[in-house]
T-cell receptor
């Protein structure tokens, strides 16, 4: 399978919480990332977590890392229509390369 | 403002006509790289550069060249573009040894006819 895997689609109602999941195979990564890509736009770094952390919170965003299961999640509280985008999970590989998931397309329904 | 810029943002060209996509960063970053993004394949690294005059192949380097003559610029060169190089290209830069953050350019959408 792919090194970094994500489900391709997620649909939520406005105001609900969104949880986007990611699994990876290489446990040696030091950093794991969440990027956001809005339609027709570039990649925006949302947040990152160091591998010795379990959780990181930044306003509406909560990142959970389960190193044992190699599972990373991004929770968006009070999801808004402006959160509709593709969310990419990535891990730091060798030579500062980022290894990417294929992205989860989040649709927020009013 | 700290940023990575790419030019052009959109380009339509024909097979075999050499083109260059420029990338420039104003943050004095050592590390720069190029990715291409394709539906169903995600982002794949083309080339990267650890510093001036130091470049190396990424995962999909075929058909591309790069140069790093100065720290701020990292152009991507397609000597003889082919339709399979139609893609969305991103340039990125990173400050130091640890990839704490990677700054991305806005992307260049290339269509090769």
């Amino acid at each position: 399978g792919e090194d970094v895997e994500q489900s391709l689609f997620l649909s939520v109602r406005e105001g609900d919480s969104s949880v986007i999941n990611c699994t990876y195979t290489d446990s040696s990564s030091t950093y794991l990332y969440w990027y956001k890509q809005e339609p027709g736009a570039g990649l925006q770094l949302l947040t990152y977590i160091f591998s010795n952390m379990d959780m990181k919170q930044d306003q509406r965003l909560t990142v959970l890392l389960n190193k044992k299961d190699k599972h990373l999640s991004l929770r968006i509280a009070d999801t808004q229509t402006g959160d509709s985008a593709i969310y990419f999970c990535a891990r730091a590989g060798n030579n500062r390369k980022l290894i990417w998931g294929l992205g989860t397309s989040l649709a927020v329904n009013p | 403002e700290a940023q990575v810029t790419q030019n052009p943002r959109y380009l339509i060209t024909v097979t075999g006509k050499k083109l260059t996509v420029t990338c420039s960063q104003n943050m004095n970053h050592e590390y720069m790289s190029w990715y291409r993004q394709d539906p169903g394949l995600g982002l794949r690294q083309i080339y990267y550069s650890m510093n001036v005059e130091v470049t190396d192949k990424g995962d999909v380097p075929e058909g591309y060249k790069v140069s790093r003559k100065e720290k701020r610029n990292f152009p991507l060169i397609l000597e003889s573009p082919s339709p399979n190089q139609t893609s969305l290209y991103f340039c990125a830069s990173t400050p130091g040894p640890e990839v704490k953050t990677q700054y991305f350019g806005p992307g260049t959408r290339l269509l090769v006819l």
